[in-house]
């Protein structure tokens, strides 16, 4: 099971950031971007040169967009941050919660992949996440959602274990998983071998379950019409493509601009 790249408050990969990328490597971020890009062009009602990754990681799928747009990035985890900066030099990247981070500008596509949107962990969370996006989407322009699991596809009580390798580091990956108040819960616990050492790492990952018809009433209370597409993505999880209209996005206010990290 993916990980999604980062929860709202920063706090996942913290310590981990420097193995996230080992850990998904096998993943087909450009093939991805790819796929985005051709769906956007199918909804959008205006040309999309500008876009925005909220939640973007260490910046994989920014690599693929920068092909073709001017891409900007939000994360909350400024050790993902200082990842993406390094891989897409060209884009700019601040540091900001995805409910509540502020550019004071709109962009033609708005993305937020790899479930990272499961770290809304309420319905209100959810709508403040979505209304945010909206915000930053240019009228005619699209926000891109890829989903976490619906409440009907997770099933608690599972344990999944992951191997994978680059020429300097080996990380095995298991956790566990299960519901507690209507959330998934899953505990990581990572063995990091490198430098004729291992080490041991654990991390809470606490994500909102929210169903196909909640997530929809979301985008639409936000100004969006929005369209579902499966399977979506290498997840198979779906994706939601939803068109920004010229009404105003409703729904609860953004709290903070979002900031560069300091020093870079």
């Not at 993943?27 to 971007?33: I, L, N, T, V």
């Not at 599972?158 to 191997?163: D, I, L, N």
């Amino acid at each position: 099971m993916g990980a999604p790249h980062s929860r709202p408050d920063g706090a996942a990969y913290r310590r981990l950031a420097a193995v996230y990328d080992v850990v998904h490597r096998s993943k087909p971020y450009g093939a991805e971007a790819r796929a985005v890009r051709a769906v956007v062009r199918r909804v959008a009602r205006r040309p999309c040169r500008s876009l925005l990754d909220v939640a973007c990681g260490s910046g994989r799928h920014l690599e693929g967009f920068s092909k073709w747009f001017e891409c900007v990035g939000v994360d909350a985890s400024p050790e993902m941050l200082a990842l993406a900066r390094r891989r897409v030099p060209g884009a700019e990247f601040f540091l900001g919660r995805m409910e509540s981070f502020r550019l004071d500008r709109a962009f033609d596509v708005v993305t937020c992949l790899f479930s990272a949107v499961g770290y809304a962990r309420s319905r209100a969370e959810l709508r403040r996440t979505v209304t945010n996006l909206a915000r930053h989407t240019a009228p005619g322009g699209v926000v891109v959602i890829e989903p976490w699991l619906a409440p009907s596809d997770f099933r608690s009580g599972g344990v999944a274990c992951r191997v994978a390798r680059d020429d300097r580091t080996t990380v095995l990956r298991m956790n566990d998983s299960r519901r507690v108040r209507g959330r998934s819960v899953f505990d990581f616990h990572y063995l990091i071998g490198r430098n004729g050492t291992v080490e041991h790492e654990v991390e809470r990952h606490d994500l909102g379950l929210f169903s196909r018809a909640t997530t929809i009433a979301a985008l639409r209370s936000a100004g969006l019409q929005p369209r579902y597409f499966r399977p979506g993505l290498s997840t198979g999880r779906g994706l939601y493509v939803a068109l920004r209209v010229e009404q105003r996005p409703r729904g609860g206010e953004t709290s903070g601009r979002a900031r560069r990290p300091g020093g870079r």
